[in-house]
């Protein structure tokens, strides 16, 4: 087992080959220089609508799985797009999940908002809210705005940019410090 702490990537979008998605495989491709382990969480499509006579065990096998990554990591890092002003509902439903669980409460947590300047508050808003209410340490320094242009994604669903590199490089060195 690796002594690095171990950041989960949770992203907010379905969508293949998204902004999101790039930004938080970015990260993953620079965690080695932090140094610290990554784990991107593929499971969003799979979880079961949220239901609280379901939050019990045993748990839907999606939910059981999430549950178990979130408790290994030492912090969490969140990139989502915003659906008509707020989360996109599949990652709201995500969170629901967590609410009745302890994995995620003190857990350091923070996010990336890749959308275009003046765009995406409202799902930083309601993320920092959902996450206050299931106890997780949102970590202020390590939430930051990396607007991605879908021009900047390369064929390999990776952000070359050295600037954008060394800023997820700092945020995941804030989320690694902030779970020590």
Excluded at 14 to 34: C, D, F, Y
Excluded at 71 to 92: D, H, N, W
Excluded at 121 to 129: I, S, Y
Aim: proline share 8%.
């Amino acid at each position: 087992m690796s002594s690095l702490p171990s950041i989960l990537l949770l992203s907010g979008s379905l969508r293949a080959g998204s902004g999101n998605e790039a930004v938080l495989r970015t990260a993953q491709a620079v965690a080695p220089s932090v140094p610290v382990r990554t784990e991107l969480y593929e499971g969003l499509a799979r979880l079961p609508h949220f239901n609280p006579d379901d939050d019990r065990d045993p748990l839907p096998a999606p939910v059981a799985g999430l549950r178990v990554a979130i408790g290994r990591a030492a912090g969490i890092l969140v990139c989502t797009p915003e659906y008509a002003g707020t989360l996109p509902g599949s990652f709201k439903n995500l969170l629901d999940w967590t609410v009745g669980g302890t994995e995620i409460g003190g857990k350091p947590v923070a996010w990336v908002n890749a959308a275009a300047p003046g765009r995406g508050e409202g799902a930083q808003a309601t993320l920092r809210t959902v996450l206050e209410y299931t106890g997780a340490t949102v970590v202020p320094s390590a939430c930051v705005r990396l607007p991605v242009n879908r021009q900047a994604i390369g064929a390999d669903g990776l952000i070359a940019d050295p600037e954008t590199r060394r800023e997820l490089e700092r945020v995941l060195g804030l989320l690694a410090d902030s779970a020590r």
